[in-house]
Structure formats: structure tokens, C-alpha cells
């Protein structure tokens, strides 16, 4: 009988689930002007470490790369552009 952390692979291999880190998390979008196409996504994951990542499509699927990121970039939201500090304050 599996514990509660553990569980198994579709290959039936046993793994055990660890925790890792929390806390806010940051996504936005790339959009190509020229095109208007949506590239790229990158992901801020803001917890006892602080890491992002760049996520491409690749089909069906998403391929996450390492990023460096600077919260005091901005975003546009909708009309207005907001500072990644300011978002994750009001979170």
C-alpha cells in the first residue's frame, strides 16, 4: 500500500512527493509587435528562492528554461503598465 507522499509512475515505478518551496508567482506574455503573436511566457516564482523561468511552446506541450527576471520591469495590463514589485505586493 502506497504512503500518502508516495506515488507511481505510469511505468510503475515508485517516487515520493517532497516538498520543495511556496509562496506568489508571477506569468505574463511576449508579443511579437510585427505579428501580434504571443512567443513566449516567462514564470516568477518568488518563495524562499527566487526563480523564473521562460516557457516556450512546443506543441502540445511547454518547455521550461531558466530566466533571469528583475521585478522592477513593468507590464502592460490592458491600458494601464504596472510594475512587477507593485503586482506582487498586492498579492
Excluded: C, H, W
Aim: net charge neutral; glycine share 6%; aromatic share 8%.
Amino acid at each position: 500500500m502506497l504512503e500518502p507522499y508516495e506515488t507511481q509512475t505510469k511505468s510503475g515505478k515508485l517516487e515520493e512527493r517532497i516538498y520543495a518551496d511556496s509562496g506568489k508567482f508571477i506569468r505574463y506574455s511576449y508579443k511579437d509587435k510585427t505579428t501580434g503573436k504571443l512567443t513566449k511566457d516567462k514564470l516568477i516564482l518568488i518563495g524562499k528562492d527566487e526563480i523564473a523561468y521562460f516557457l516556450i511552446p512546443t506543441g502540445n506541450r511547454e518547455l521550461a528554461i531558466s530566466a533571469e527576471f528583475d521585478l522592477n520591469s513593468s507590464v502592460k495590463d490592458g491600458e494601464s503598465v504596472k510594475k512587477l514589485i507593485d503586482i506582487l505586493s498586492q498579492i
